[in-house]
């Protein structure tokens, strides 16, 4: 049975009476100790990633935006919420937190305030939650501007948040939500909080800073996987497809194309069909094409995280009903061929290369296309490979041997950390390349006594060029 949080539809949110309930909210909460911070983040996780709560928000989640897959969904709800809260476990984020005696520094974390948490339709829940824990862990009040698409989804998640906090004795005001969203909203929002944090589009972007808010964004993703012949094939298939199929490639972190070797390209190729691939033909690509763009430059919007056998029937293709995902042979970088960029949704593009640094090369045309700060990977053994690739490309994150949407905003296997808000850097327009959590919304004052006077001689500062070079 659908799980719905309705209001009247007169109902307008006032959004400078949101701001104020979270605002008294905060400053009721800001000077909280650690010990009782930790609590409130507990009563939360453990809310949130309860079955019962995690099925209603994914099931909600799938119902309301048409997209994704249920049971992918109802795991990522509990993952996402139990990565960030082992990210959080131990960490300082209340009053000292740092103190260095050589330096005579000690280091006061204090929270931003009132922040506003933009969210997509892909994730109108987890990003909720990850969001949500670090915001709490910071001292921050959060009001959730959810997609027009998926206003149930994210307004649930919030009550369940809400919930914990009454148990725990904390002001349920410290997490809102718009119910009736719109863009003229959110730009509203963004403009009246302390701080904004948004997820989605690279077309978000422009509009976020527009607002004028401090603020963290992200960019496009467009996952090209790096396969050489030294990877282990079947393997590698197995760990693609995973990821690529997940929530039917909702993630920005799932793969969009794949990069083989010539000389394991037919083997490679064959993996990924014996995994239920399906190789579109010359033809069948232009038709795949285009239902893709139909006015040859924006992404039809109706397929995003669709079936890939839906998406193939929808463009005229007859393939196999096990079909799980489709691939096109890649042909051209940039606008002219738009299959190498982004696509959100189970088709990879292929390319084949020779050269690793040539590839290397052709991977920074693609993602100066799409993608650019985002993330790629690599199946390879060879650890020379992953440092030039880590080296070259210009993105925040480089997973190697892993399926890539499960490891690249955090996962049980590997170190990333847990979030649903990925960084793109300056090369984006971000104003960092990490996986934005806890650490990302806190301001510092620097307390410093006097030490010891230290003028440091020539020789200790410019030592190697004096002996080298001389005084002269």
């Not at 691939?327 to 593009?349: A, H, N, Q, Y």
């Not at 030592?463 to 070079?469: A, P």
Request: include cysteine.
């Amino acid at each position: 049975m659908q799980q719905t949080v309705t209001t009247p539809k007169t109902q307008v949110d006032n959004i400078e009476e949101l701001y104020q309930r979270a605002r008294k909210a905060f400053e009721q909460y800001q000077n909280w100790p650690q010990e009782k911070v930790d609590m409130v983040c507990q009563a939360v996780g453990w809310e949130l990633s309860k079955p019962e709560t995690a099925e209603k928000l994914a099931r909600l989640a799938v119902e309301e935006s048409g997209i994704g897959v249920f049971e992918d969904k109802f795991h990522k709800v509990q993952n996402k919420t139990r990565g960030t809260m082992r990210d959080q476990l131990g960490a300082r984020t209340c009053d000292l937190v740092e103190e260095n005696k050589q330096t005579g520094i000690r280091k006061y974390a204090k929270p931003h305030g009132v922040i506003a948490n933009v969210v997509p339709c892909t994730n109108p829940e987890s990003t909720v939650c990850c969001i949500g824990l670090a915001l709490l862990k910071t001292r921050n009040a959060m009001i959730v501007s959810p997609h027009p698409r998926t206003p149930g989804s994210s307004a649930l998640t919030v009550e369940h948040i809400r919930k914990a906090l009454r148990k725990v004795g904390a002001p349920e005001d410290l997490a809102l939500c718009i119910k009736q969203p719109s863009h003229e909203k959110t730009k509203a929002l963004m403009e009246r909080c302390d701080f904004a944090v948004a997820t989605g589009g690279a077309a978000l972007i422009r509009v976020v800073y527009e607002a004028g808010t401090p603020c963290h964004t992200v960019g496009a993703g467009n996952v090209v996987s790096i396969i050489d012949s030294t990877a282990d094939l079947k393997a590698t298939a197995e760990k693609i497809v995973k990821s690529k199929c997940a929530n039917n490639s909702a993630s920005c972190s799932s793969e969009n194309a794949v990069a083989i070797e010539s000389s394991v390209y037919d083997d490679m190729l064959e993996a990924l069909k014996n995994e239920g691939g399906y190789l579109c033909s010359t033809a069948e690509r232009e038709k795949l094409r285009a239902y893709y763009w139909p006015d040859g430059r924006h992404l039809n919007r109706d397929l995003v995280a669709k079936p890939a056998t839906w998406i193939a029937k929808k463009a005229g293709l007859d393939v196999p009903a096990g079909t799980r995902f489709l691939m096109v042979i890649g042909e051209k970088i940039g606008p002219e061929d738009r299959f190498s960029g982004e696509k959100i949704s189970p088709t990879l593009t292929v390319w084949k290369w020779d050269d690793f640094s040539k590839m290397c090369d052709r991977l920074d045309r693609i993602l100066a296309f799409s993608g650019i700060g985002h993330s790629t990977s690599l199946h390879s053994e060879k650890d020379e490979r992953r440092v030039e690739l880590a080296l070259k490309a210009k993105v925040g994150r480089v997973n190697c041997n892993m399926p890539h949407a499960a490891a690249n905003s955090g996962s049980w296997f590997n170190g990333q950390p847990t979030t649903d808000t990925l960084g793109c850097g300056s090369w984006a327009g971000n104003m960092t390349s990490d996986n934005i959590d806890w650490r990302h919304f806190l301001n510092y004052t620097w307390l410093s006594v006097p030490i010891p006077e230290h003028i440091p001689a020539d020789e200790e500062l410019f030592g190697d060029y004096l002996n080298r070079y001389g005084k002269d």
